[in-house]
């Protein structure tokens, strides 16, 4: 008998050169196969690994979890790209058969997967396999409603290569031997980068990311945006991720400030209107631009909770506001 939890992630991207496809194969796929002689998946640790189901148990997992109507089966587009899964314990399966990944090691390994390379995977194709002593196999999706679409700002590739996977593992590992002792600052930005992939719109997901970012860096009740103007700038700068300025930070602040008093972002203008035509992202160069930045900042957040995971010294930061005063003090204005 044998029992997995998983989560099937597809293909969906399409911008992708056939190049690039070749030097950042997906894991255990039939072309890494082609290329290098084999396809093993990876330990992520925990019992996950991040490779490849057997495409009929991909299709029957894939059709589980998917709608269908009265005498109506739609075809699909897509496919298996690569799978989280993780063999369940019978024991702990005899006390609880139908939770999936009870333990929450399944879906760490997705979310720290965005720390790694920005994607859009989610649980919309998440469910436990059983294969029963007597043949019959069955498939239990997960209900987790908030976790089953994701979306990103950037086209590109999306999937890890086998480099990108090893990164995962450590930060797997890392997050998993210091959860427990995380600050309340770096929990609370945690969660709100997860969030702001679960999101669709752009100016929806915005004020999340920028409260991410305030988890981290605001230390006092007054001169909020003085606050994230100054140190978002400085945390980027010692993340490495360029681009990040004062006036910039202030015109994302502004943009946030504007959507949650309950006004039109003007940063994005016309940004909603065209995923609501095509669901497809920015369609004008101001559009773009607007992404871009979104986009950018979420760098900035992700970035942060990844070192904040892996590195002691830059995690003792955000210990208390005493702590991130005296890394980045505020200059008077």
């Known amino acids: 008998m044998l029992v997995r939890d998983v989560i099937v992630c597809v293909t969906g991207d399409h911008d992708i050169s056939l190049e690039e496809f070749k030097a950042h194969p997906p894991i255990a796929s039939p072309i890494e196969l082609r290329l290098s002689g084999s396809a093993d998946p990876v330990s992520l640790g925990r019992g996950v690994m991040l490779g490849r189901l057997s495409n009929e148990d991909a299709e029957l997992v894939m059709n589980a979890c998917s709608s269908r109507g009265h005498y109506f089966n739609p075809t699909r587009q897509f496919g298996q790209r690569f799978s989280f899964i993780r063999e369940v314990d019978l024991a702990r399966w005899e006390q ?57 700002f950037r086209h590109g590739r999306d999937w890890p290569d086998y480099a990108e996977a090893a990164e995962l593992r450590q930060l797997a590992q890392a997050y998993w031997s210091c959860a427990e002792e995380l600050p309340g600052r770096v929990r609370r930005a945690m969660w709100r980068t997860e969030y702001s992939a679960w999101v669709r719109w752009a100016d929806l997901a915005l004020p999340i990311i920028v409260s991410g970012l305030e988890s981290l860096i605001k230390t006092e009740r007054h001169g909020a945006t003085g606050q994230f103007t100054q140190r978002v700038p400085a945390l980027a700068d010692e993340l490495g991720v360029d681009g990040v300025t004062a006036a910039r930070s202030e015109d994302v602040y502004d943009a946030r400030s504007e959507w949650v008093h309950g006004t039109h972002v003007k940063l994005f203008t016309v940004g909603m209107e065209a995923q609501q035509r095509q669901a497809e992202g920015p369609t004008t160069a101001l559009e773009t631009e607007a992404f871009a930045t979104v986009a950018l900042f979420q760098d900035v957040l992700r970035g942060a909770i990844r070192r904040a995971l892996v590195d002691t010294d830059f995690r003792a930061i955000f210990q208390d506001d005493a702590t991130v005063t005296r890394r980045w003090p505020l200059k008077k204005r």
Do not use: F
């Open 96 to 152: 609880r058969r139908s939770a999936w990944d009870d333990e929450g090691v399944v879906y760490d390994c997705l979310s720290l997967s965005r720390l790694v390379r920005d994607n859009a995977y989610s649980t919309e194709y998440a469910a436990r396999i059983i294969n029963h002593e007597d043949g019959v196999q069955q498939v239990i999706y997960t209900p987790n409603a908030e976790s089953k679409h994701a979306y990103r």
